[in-house]
């Protein structure tokens, strides 16, 4: 039988190359392109579901100032005017004789999730008020707007 015997300096090389460690350019370009794909794929989903987050939030916020309206309504027997304006849910206004508030948890009016203000006006178009969020553009008749009317 024979038997291939390596040279001894082969051996040395190789156990001199196992023993440093690190990656060769080759094995970092192939992560970087395989992190690439992942991102290409998966941003957009996450994006989308940043916006959608976003919406949902101020409708369970309008519908959490709908229900503090309404209390409101019980106690003084009319809605807010537009000057008085969702700020009266927890300052008392001046016309208001029975109010019994604060009638958000909050202590204050919170902004949209875009950082402004939400618009109250009352009569609203089909309902006694309307509470609206211009939504992501911030334009009033945009393509976002958010709202209870």
Same mark, same amino acid.
């Given at each position: 039988?024979?038997?291939?015997?390596?040279?001894?300096?082969?051996?040395?090389?190789?156990?001199?190359?196992?023993?440093?460690?690190?990656?060769?350019?080759?094995?970092?370009?192939?992560v970087l392109v395989i992190?690439?794909?992942?991102?290409?794929?998966?941003?957009?989903?996450?994006?989308? @579901?940043?916006?959608?987050?976003?919406? =949902?939030? #101020?409708?369970?916020? &309008?519908? +959490?100032?709908? $229900?503090?309206?309404?209390?409101?309504?019980?106690?003084?027997?009319?809605?807010?005017?537009?000057?008085?304006?969702?700020?009266?849910?927890?300052?008392?206004?001046?016309?208001?004789?029975?109010?019994?508030?604060?009638?958000?948890?909050?202590?204050?009016?919170?902004?949209d999730p875009w950082g402004?203000? @939400?618009?109250?006006?009352?009569?609203? =178009?089909? #309902?006694?008020?309307? &509470?609206? +969020?211009?939504? $992501?553009?911030?334009?009033?008749?945009?393509?976002?707007?958010?709202?209870?009317?």
């Open positions: 039988m024979i038997a291939f015997l390596r040279s001894p300096s082969h051996r040395s090389s190789c156990a001199r190359r196992d023993t440093k460690g690190g990656f060769t350019l080759v094995e970092l370009l192939v992190l690439g794909l992942v991102m290409g794929l998966a941003g957009p989903r996450v994006l989308g @579901y940043l916006s959608s987050s976003r919406d =949902k939030a #101020a409708k369970l916020q &309008i519908e +959490s100032f709908a $229900a503090a309206l309404d209390l409101f309504y019980l106690d003084n027997g009319r809605y807010p005017s537009t000057s008085e304006g969702l700020q009266s849910l927890v300052q008392r206004p001046p016309a208001a004789e029975n109010w019994s508030g604060p009638y958000l948890k909050q202590g204050s009016v919170p902004p402004r203000p @939400y618009e109250y006006r009352t009569p609203g =178009k089909t #309902a006694p008020y309307a &509470i609206l +969020s211009l939504g $992501a553009e911030g334009v009033k008749g945009g393509a976002n707007v958010i709202g209870k009317e």
